[in-house]
């Protein structure tokens, strides 16, 4: 008697993520990410979220971290094949190019923000746990619902200035 055969999902790599992205599958705008292999619909950002990310942006880490850090807001941290998350803010090693030629990786993430909504039981599991298997150092979780957590100390204060061009 043959055993019977369970259903698997088939997991998408980056490679095939993207070229659904770039074929139009996925619609323009959409808010997508790639975890574990599996396309992650995210959340319309909503005005309390969008307000806690230009205030870090703006008033936290603009004028600490200019020369010592680039600073991503929601775009694509490829992590390994089957992982390309979309964190609100990354903290970035200085590049002359901002990344222009590449995403960064875990090696280029010092720190990680998501700021959480309705997403904040998901940015504490699935999310730590991704970033910790990472090897990603530091990873925050801002709580809409109580902004008190806004990056205190400054993540860039220990940060070292890059050096001047010759």
């Known amino acids: 008697m043959n055993a019977p055969i369970e259903p698997t999902r088939l997991k998408l790599t980056i490679h095939q993520y993207r070229q659904m992205g770039e074929s139009g599958i996925l619609p323009p705008g959409e808010r997508v990410e790639l975890i574990d292999g599996e396309i992650i619909r995210m959340a319309p950002i909503g005005p309390p979220h969008a307000g806690?990310?230009?205030r870090l942006l703006n008033e936290r880490l603009a004028s600490s971290c200019r020369g010592k850090a680039v600073l991503s807001a929601q775009h694509p941290i490829e992590i390994d094949e089957y992982n390309?998350?979309?964190?609100d803010l990354s903290l970035l090693r200085w590049r002359d190019n901002y990344y222009i030629d590449r995403h960064p990786t875990p090696a280029d993430v010092p720190l990680l923000i998501e700021i959480s909504d309705n997403?904040?039981?998901y940015d504490r599991t699935v999310k730590r746990a991704l970033y910790a298997?990472?090897?990603v150092p530091r990873y925050w979780?801002?709580?809409v619902?109580?902004?008190r957590?806004?990056?205190?100390?400054?993540p860039c204060r220990r940060l070292p200035q890059r050096a001047a061009p010759p």
Do not use: H, T
């Open 52 to 54: 806690i990310l230009n």
């Open 141 to 143: 979780i801002v709580d």
């Open 84 to 87: 390309e998350p979309q964190p």
């Open 149 to 154: 957590s806004l990056l205190s100390p400054n």
């Open 119 to 121: 997403s904040l039981s």
């Open 145 to 147: 619902s109580d902004d």
């Open 133 to 135: 298997r990472a090897g």
